[in-house]
């Protein structure tokens, strides 16, 4: 909690199920109602959530492999 005005509960990530999606199919759900665009994450939550996707060995290496 606290790492971001969206987020009210305690939270986790579960690398395990991070995916790649098109932006186009990220654009239509945010027109849909199913997504709503939020404020950007705090750069220093961000980098923990890389080096998590880095250090997991949940992760696809196709994830792994992207530039983020």
Excluded: D
């Amino acid at each position: 909690m606290g790492c971001h005005p969206f987020v009210k509960n305690e939270s986790y990530v579960v690398y395990k199920r991070a995916r790649i999606e098109a932006v186009k199919h990220l654009e239509r759900r945010v027109q849909e109602g199913f997504f709503k665009p939020q404020a950007p994450m705090p750069a220093a939550q961000l980098a923990a959530i890389r080096a998590g996707l880095q250090a997991s060995l949940f992760v696809t290496r196709e994830i792994k492999e992207l530039k983020l």
